[in-house]
Each structure stands twice: as C-alpha cells, then as structure tokens.
C-alpha cells in the first residue's frame, strides 16, 4: 500500500506525525508534503524536529515543487490524507487553487477518483467554512475533524490522538488496535463494572 501525507499549517500537527508513525510501523509506504507553516506549528507544539517528522516518511517533498511525482495522475497511490488540514489548505483543495504541491497532489487524488480524507482543524466553525467543506465533499473528499469520542474511556492526550489516527486508518482499511471500538469485549466489561448490562 502507498499513501501520501500532507501537514499543513493548522494546530494539531502531532496527528500527522502520529499517523507516519503507525504507517512506519506497518510498513505502508509515505510520501510526505510539509507545509512551511507546518513547520513552524511542529516545533511549537511537539518535542519533534522537522528532520524527525521527515525521517518517518518513505518519501518527502517540498510544498514548492509542483513537477513532483505525487503532483500526476500517473502516480498510483490508494489515496491521500491532509492531517491537519488548514482552511487555507481547504479552500485551495475545494477551489482547485493548485498553488502548491500538498494542493495539487489533492486535486490529483480527487480527480483520479481516490480516497481524500480532510482532518479539517477549526472551530467554531463560520458559513464560509461550512461552504468549502460542502464544496470539499461533493468534490469527493472525505471529512474528518479530529473530534473525540469519550464512550472508550479515554485517560491520556495520547487516547484522544489515537482515535482521530484510528478512524483515518479505517478509512483506508488499515488493520489497528489504536482505540476500544463500541461493542467490544473490553468496552463491555468496563460497562459491566459500571452497573450497565448488555
């Protein structure tokens, strides 16, 4: 399997870097796109360096380069994954504004009729944001907010990640055992001990 990842400039970076994580560690492999503000975000907000998120990915690109490989319908991928995703980067991807390579390598996803998954990262929300998710989504790209779910039980920052890496990986059938899913034997003992039946 072959996926390309892009980080863009929206808070939240260590959802990306969670993910190449978990996809080193199947062995799937990454082509990477980095956002310059991403790169920014990533200092400020991880114990990570830019060369350490780099280093997790099969391969990388500079946002700048617009006759890289991942920039052609010709380059077979199972899909794409923006995770944050920026309204800047959105916008671009809902306007086919293909400024910049993590733009285009979406346009090419959508327009080859591939899975693109959006960890939009916002809120509150406006009405022009509605509009270019509206806009993202008849295009064909998938929506996914990192909003967390609490019915697992989750302790940890770590728990919370988990989850929004966990439902990407389901959307592009990629086995993991990152959170508790309802109805699980786990998840029914915790109930269990709380007084609830099944």
Request: include cysteine; proline fraction near 4%; charge should be positive.
């Amino acid at each position: 399997m072959r996926l390309i990842v892009g980080i863009s400039g929206a808070t939240g970076s260590i959802y990306g870097i969670r993910l190449l994580e978990i996809l080193r560690q199947k062995k799937i492999e990454t082509h990477l796109v980095i956002s310059s503000t991403s790169k920014k975000i990533i200092l400020q907000e991880t114990p990570y360096l830019v060369e350490d998120v780099k280093g997790l990915a099969s391969c990388v690109y500079e946002n700048e380069d617009l006759g890289a490989s991942i920039s052609s319908g010709s380059f077979l991928s199972e899909g794409m994954v923006i995770i944050p995703c920026s309204i800047k980067s959105l916008s671009g991807i809902a306007n086919s504004f293909n400024e910049n390579l993590l733009i285009r390598a979406a346009d090419v996803t959508l327009k080859e009729r591939r899975k693109l998954v959006l960890v939009v990262r916002e809120t509150p929300f406006h009405l022009g944001h509605i509009e270019l998710m509206l806009q993202a989504s008849r295009m064909g790209a998938t929506l996914l907010p990192p909003i967390p779910a609490f019915y697992f039980h989750p302790k940890t920052i770590d728990d919370l990640i988990n989850h929004t890496v966990g439902k990407v990986l389901d959307l592009f059938g990629i086995d993991h055992h990152l959170f508790n899913r309802w109805g699980s034997n786990s998840l029914k003992k915790t109930l269990r001990k709380k007084g609830f039946k099944n």
